[in-house]
């Protein structure tokens, strides 16, 4: 069974300063990766995936991704965060071939400081 | 597009009462799911339905009914409300099954159990 361990529960950061939101999971099979955004009252949307190719990926507002199939890891970084950026990250894995098997970490708040 | 859209935002219960929450999207999306957001513990899947007349059990079933009688709806019931189902109720739809595809989801229904 897949798993997905955020190991973070509050990042806070200056603002203009660099961040990273550390995400391993484990699976025994080929797998989707996911970084979702809550900003506070909503729902999620999708910040990036990965599916397959090139291990960086590149999502809205800045953020990025790198895949380490060696070391499991799927974090998420952005080199200069805004007020606007704070809210909750979920990063999410899925087992090729179902997205009934989605399963989500149990998330990192993320709170820039001016 | 309105997208998925969730019904009501807020509900106060009392332990035993029933209640259904409302999940619609407009996308002609097959999949369709439930979740529940507990503090620490991100969404966990509730059920799921891969198209009209097709429903199963995620990870956290025990409490919950769902049906799918058409494409755009996929309501949630509670049969018999309880404290422990005091939670944040997230609706999620995909176009497809595969696994890679993206979730969008709704804003979310706020509940509370006395």
């Known amino acids: 069974a897949q798993s997905v361990t955020q190991l973070d529960s509050q990042v806070p950061v200056f603002e203009e300063a660099p961040v990273e939101l550390r995400c391993n999971y484990s699976?025994?099979?080929?797998?989707?990766l996911f970084w979702y955004v809550q900003y506070p009252n909503q729902g999620l949307q999708l910040l990036l995936k990965?599916?397959?190719?090139?291990?960086l990926v590149k999502g809205i507002n800045g953020f990025e991704a790198e895949f380490n199939k060696s070391q499991t890891s799927f974090h998420l970084r952005k080199p200069s965060v805004h007020i606007s950026d704070t809210a909750e990250y979920f990063c999410?894995?899925?087992?090729?071939?179902?997205?009934?098997?989605?399963?989500f970490g149990s998330g990192t708040q993320l709170t820039v400081l001016p | 597009n309105a997208g998925v859209t969730q019904t009501p935002k807020f509900q106060v219960l009392k332990t035993g009462q029933s209640m259904t929450l409302q999940c619609a999207q407009d996308?002609?999306?097959?999949?369709m799911s439930w979740y529940r957001q507990d503090p620490g513990m991100g969404l966990r899947l509730i059920h799921y339905?891969?198209?009209?007349?097709?429903?199963d059990q995620g990870e956290v079933p025990n409490g919950y009914n769902v049906s799918r009688s058409t494409t755009e709806d996929f309501p949630l019931r509670l049969l018999s409300a309880a404290p422990s189902q005091t939670s944040v109720y997230f609706c999620?739809?995909?176009?497809?099954?595969?696994?890679?595809?993206?979730?969008?989801f709704g804003p979310g229904t706020r509940l509370l159990v006395l």
């Open positions: 999620a739809s995909s176009y497809g099954l595969a696994g890679a595809e993206t979730q969008y």
């Open positions: 990965y599916l397959s190719g090139s291990t």
């Open positions: 999410a894995v899925s087992e090729g071939g179902s997205a009934r098997q989605l399963t």
């Open positions: 996308m002609n999306h097959e999949y």
């Open positions: 699976s025994s099979v080929s797998v989707y």
């Open positions: 339905s891969v198209g009209a007349g097709i429903t």
